[in-house]
């Protein structure tokens, strides 16, 4: 394993608090005790002006020039740290004395080393007994013109681990690629990059003033564009080992990336990262970023003029990261990466076991990176969010699935006029129909039935709006207070104060297809402190009748494009949600269960569920059922 270099402390904390000088002896002191009790005592105060130093020679050495030479020999060791005692009787031999010291570092990570080390002290020439300087008595291995040296050897970095114990993210080998200073074939390398997926910017590179790492590449990857690369004039190439998903996009914002610590994260982590250390960014690998990565090893080494070698004086044994296992399935994340991935605009799949609550996938489209707005985030539901209203309004039997119920183009409530998407107008039919239709003003004549506390307890015992723990930060949702009737009428088909992530309609969706919530489990080992309670059983009748509706959703309503999809029977509920008054565009939505895996998908600025999340939920099953 390779030696790393701690972090050089600036000149002015170096000599803070260490180095050998009080001004608390007189010179000639009367014994050579004594004369090494008035050196030691002046090591913490920095004015060695009144103490007899002589070189090995015997020639007087000034306080200055000793200070300046232990400095030189401690190089980048943590000097402010350095204490020395004395340890037994100076024993006199005629005019030479010889003394035991003590001495003692804190090292990075507070890691203390003490060793013993020993001063000449001499009465020969004028004065009393004087202390000999020489590298020796710092440590007694040192020669002139040597130089201490603190090194890091990181321990080796544990993995995340899938439901079965298996590596997900483990080392594998990359190439760094650098460009000298103002690289000018940005337009070729731009263009080979593409052909892997890879963007670059520009302006990064012709603008640079020193080389530039500008990318690092899976080692598969390199090789497919190797050739290209290595045509242009200026780039070179490291091979290094780095942590690594299955691919590159492979649930890239919830594992997040493992890269060389940055400036930020030496200054947030002090004492515990050091330059050329290994850090974890975003998702998984930042969370449980000291529990991956284990604890280093310290050793202090002699770097010696013309030795190739240090040598090592001291070291302790690191210690190995603790891996991170989770619930994540990799089929099921592939066939969920490869479905966001075919849809430009950025989107979300969430997949989640109804069995057992276990979160399968979290996907963001189309490159895997980004933001984690499968668990985190905060969007108005659309229409998807009929599902919890119809479910309030089922649980308080204000209608059933036949129930007539008008479906007006337009309704008023509180002062307020809704309309249906695409001035839709379906007369008075059965609740079941406006539902797998997708009806607004329906459900806004029905929220006066469904009320406030209707609401409220529907989306309570889906989960929504309640305090999770899934061992990473993850949103349920915020559910609207419905304080007046508009506002009401608003929160019965999802907008308005109303707002939630894909991870809180995947968990809702699988509580209805289950018949009671389960907070959906993500990070198994470390187990999460203070996960949600599960809920009480859904009224029997009531969700059996919300299941049969989503049903009819894909069989007859604004699913159809789901109906003869590979696998069993899709049950589900689309959605287009309005997120800005002053723009028309809406994000489009769909959430649903086929056998035992619930989803809910998300298209940012997607229009209709039905236009662009039904295709990513169709590539998703299909590949999942090929």
């Given at each position: 394993m390779?030696?790393e ?5 600036g000149?002015?904390?170096l000599?803070?608090?260490m180095?050998l000088?009080?001004?608390?002896a ?5 014994g ?10 002046a090591?913490?105060a ?6 007899d130093?002589v070189d090995a020679?015997?020639k007087?050495m000034a306080?200055a020039a000793v200070?300046?030479?232990l400095?030189?020999?401690a190089?980048e060791?943590?000097?402010n740290?350095l204490?020395?005692?004395r340890?037994?009787n100076v ?8 003394g035991?010291i003590?001495?003692s570092?804190t090292?990075g990570g507070?890691?203390p080393w003490?060793?013993?080390s020993?001063v000449?002290?001499?009465?020969k020439?004028?004065?009393?007994w004087?202390?000999?300087w020489e590298p020796a008595?710092?440590r007694p291995?040192l020669a002139a ?10 321990g080796?970095?544990a993995d995340?681990?899938d439901?079965a114990g298996?590596?997900?993210?483990t ?10 200073p103002?690289?000018?074939a940005?337009t ?10 890879v963007?670059?910017?520009p302006?990064?590179?012709?603008m640079?003033?020193s ?9 598969s990857?390199?090789t497919?564009v190797?050739?290209e690369l290595r045509?242009?004039p ?5 091979d ?8 590159r996009?492979f ?7 493992v890269?060389?610590?940055t400036?930020?994260?030496l200054?947030?982590?002090p004492g515990?990262?050091?330059r050329?250390?290994d850090?974890g960014h975003?998702?998984l690998?930042q969370?449980?970023d000291?529990?991956?990565r284990g604890?280093?090893?310290?050793a202090?080494?002699i770097?010696r003029?013309?030795q190739r070698?240090?040598?090592?004086l001291?070291r302790t044994?690191p210690?190995?990261g603790?891996p991170?296992?989770?619930t994540?399935?990799a089929r099921?994340?592939n ?5 966001t991935a075919?849809?430009k ?5 969430v997949a ?9 996938a979290v ?9 984690n707005?499968a668990?985190?985030?905060q969007?108005?539901p659309?229409?998807?969010f ?5 479910l309030g309004l089922?649980?308080?039997k204000?209608?059933t699935?036949d129930t ?7 309704k008023?409530?509180?002062?307020q006029v809704?309309k249906?998407?695409?001035e839709?107008?379906l007369g008075t039919?059965p609740f079941?129909?406006?539902f797998a ?9 029905l929220?006066p039935?469904?009320g406030?506390?209707?609401l409220r307890?529907a ?8 305090e999770?723990d899934?061992?990473?930060?993850a949103?349920s ?7 007046d009737?508009a506002e009401l ?13 894909p ?19 993500l ?8 996960p949600a309670a599960?809920g009480d059983a859904?009224p029997?009748?009531a ?12 069989t007859?309503?604004t699913?159809k494009?789901l ?6 029977p899709?049950?589900g ?9 002053s ?6 939505w769909f959430?649903g269960?086929q056998?035992?895996?619930a989803?809910?998908?998300?298209v940012?600025r997607?229009?209709a569920g039905?236009?662009s999340a039904l295709?990513i939920?169709?590539r998703?099953?299909?590949t999942?059922?090929g």
């Open positions: 390779r030696l270099r701690a972090t050089r402390r000149a002015a904390a000599m803070a608090t180095l000088g009080a001004g608390l007189a010179c000639g002191s009367d050579a005790g004594d004369a090494l009790d008035d050196f030691l005592a090591w913490p920095r004015d060695l002006s009144k103490v130093i020679a015997g007087p306080g200070e300046a030479d400095k030189r020999l190089g060791m943590p000097l740290t204490r020395a005692v340890a037994g024993k006199e031999t005629g005019d030479d004395g010889l035991g003590k001495v570092w090292l507070n890691v003490s060793y013993d020993a000449r002290l001499t009465r020439g004028e004065g009393g004087k202390v000999i008595v710092l291995e013109g040597d130089k201490l040296a603190p090194r890091r050897i990181a080796d970095r995340i681990l439901a298996k590596p997900i993210v080392a594998g080998p990359v190439v760094v690629v650098t460009a000298p103002r690289f000018t940005v070729a390398l731009e263009a080979i990059l593409k052909r892997i997926g963007d670059v910017d302006a990064d590179l012709q640079a003033t080389p530039v790492e500008f990318v690092t590449l899976r080692r990857d390199f497919k190797e050739k045509k242009l200026g780039l070179t190439f490291a290094q080992q780095r942590e690594l998903a299955p691919t996009k649930a890239r914002a919830l594992l997040g990336t890269d060389p610590a400036a930020d994260d200054a947030e982590n515990t990262l050091a050329d250390d850090a975003g998702g690998q969370k449980y000291t529990r991956l604890k280093p090893a310290v202090v080494v770097e003029a013309g070698e240090p040598i090592e001291h044994e210690v190995a603790a991170v296992k989770i994540i399935d099921a994340q066939a969920a990466d490869l479905a075919a849809e605009r950025p989107s979300s799949l989640i076991r109804i069995s057992d609550s276990s979160v399968l996907s963001n489209g189309p490159d895997g990176g980004g933001d707005v668990l985190t985030g969007v108005p659309g229409s998807t009929k599902m919890v209203s119809a089922l649980q308080k204000a209608v699935p007539l119920v008008d479906c007006p183009k337009t008023q409530a509180g002062g809704f249906n998407a695409h839709m107008a039919v079941r129909v406006d239709q997708s009806c607004n003003t329906a459900f806004v004549n929220s039935k469904l406030a506390d209707g307890s989306a309570t015992a889906l989960g929504l709006g309640g999770w899934l061992g990473l930060k949103s949702g915020k559910v609207s207070a419905a304080g009737p009428a608003q929160a019965a088909f999802g907008q308005g104060q109303t707002s939630v992530s991870i809180a309609m995947a968990g809702a969706t699988a509580a209805v297809a289950r018949g009671r919530f389960v907070q959906p489990r990070v198994l080992d470390p187990a999460p402190a203070r599960d859904l029997r009748d969700a059996g009748a919300l299941r049969q509706m989503m049903r009819e959703v894909v007859s309503g699913g494009a109906k003869n999809v590979k696998g069993k899709v049950y509920k689309t959605g287009s949600a309005e997120f800005d008054n723009s028309p565009e809406t994000h489009a959430v269960w056998g035992d895996v989803f809910a998908v998300l940012q997607g229009g039905a236009e295709p939920v169709r998703f099953l299909d999942l059922n």
